[in-house]
């Protein structure tokens, strides 16, 4: 989480779905008390104030079309959360009144730092790419840090990221593969979740137990890895004794050729990306 000793600047996040969101509630909570957003409709606003832990100004579009305007027009940093197909057009909508200085982050898929120039040239740009574990402020973002940033706005990036949890700085050509790491990871993640309980419920138990069987494994599994005393190799290996029970279910795994398998689906997530673009 960030640790910001100096006040956020203004701060504008231009849409506030799930990942929007979760950037108001980190910067809220790290302390930013000037922090405005756009979202669809005036429903989706009145729930986001209900959410909000402070003081939040909400400008829905179904109300003010010219709601992203508004909320830029004295913002000094501006976060771009909306889906990636309206973001050259936000970006032409707020390009003549974003004031000068104003730094503007990009969380949108397939968005370069170049057509972010070209949008709104003259101004910071970075890209980010958040996963969804940043809704609990326990995500890993890639950050993408041009060369002509001075160091206080990178600096500034990299604390308004760290509200969302971890920050792994990286070169743009590698965004494709993070996406396919970190981005879509949850989603592997839920899916061996989802096998194991399936598996479990097979094996004679009932949902709701085969449920905290295999989730509360994951979550204190996680918190063992965590804290870092072992390597994920050494904590398995504490588990796997020679010749017992475990070791068996374990080669059964390996017959599956897991190494060749991530690499594949890795390979397979960076390819779709890179069709997108």
Same mark, same amino acid.
């Given at each position: 989480m960030s640790t910001r000793t100096t006040p956020f600047p203004r701060t504008a996040v231009l849409g506030a779905g799930s990942m929007g969101f979760a950037i108001i509630q980190g910067l809220l909570a790290a302390g930013a008390a000037e922090v405005s957003a756009t979202c669809a409709s005036s429903q989706r606003a009145e729930l986001l104030r209900s959410r909000a832990d402070?003081?939040?100004? @909400?400008v829905p579009v179904e109300e003010h079309p010219d709601a992203n305007r508004r909320v830029v027009a004295d913002a000094e940093l501006v976060v771009v959360a909306v889906k990636p197909k309206y973001v050259?057009?936000?970006?032409?909508d707020i390009a003549d009144v974003l004031p000068a200085g104003a730094t503007v982050? *990009?969380?949108?898929?397939?968005?370069?730092? *170049?057509? &972010?120039?070209?949008? @709104?040239?003259g101004h910071g740009v970075i890209r980010a790419m958040p996963n969804t574990p940043a809704l609990v402020g326990r995500g890993v973002t890639g $950050? $993408?840090?041009p060369d002509d940033l001075d160091e206080a706005t990178k600096r500034l990036a990299r604390e308004v990221v760290a509200t969302l949890g971890a920050v792994v700085e990286i070169r743009e050509e590698q965004i494709d593969a993070l996406s396919a790491v970190s981005g879509s990871g949850p989603a592997y993640f839920y899916l061996f979740v989802e096998q194991l309980t399936e598996a479990a419920r097979r094996l004679g138990f009932d949902e709701p137990t085969? +449920? +905290?069987? $295999?989730e509360d494994t994951f979550i204190g599994s996680a918190v063992l890895l965590e804290k870092?005393?072992? *390597?994920?190799?050494? &904590? +398995? +290996?504490?588990v796997t004794s020679p010749g017992g029970t475990t070791m068996e279910a374990v080669a059964v795994f390996e017959t599956g050729a897991w190494a060749d398998l991530a690499e594949r689906a890795y390979q397979a997530a960076i390819e779709k990306a890179r069709r997108l673009v």
């Open positions: 402070n003081g939040l100004n @909400v050259p057009a936000v970006l032409a982050i *990009s969380v949108a898929a397939g968005i370069t730092v *170049s057509q &972010l120039h070209e949008a @709104v040239p $950050v $993408v840090l085969a +449920r +905290r069987l $295999v870092g005393e072992a *390597s994920p190799q050494e &904590l +398995r +290996r504490q």
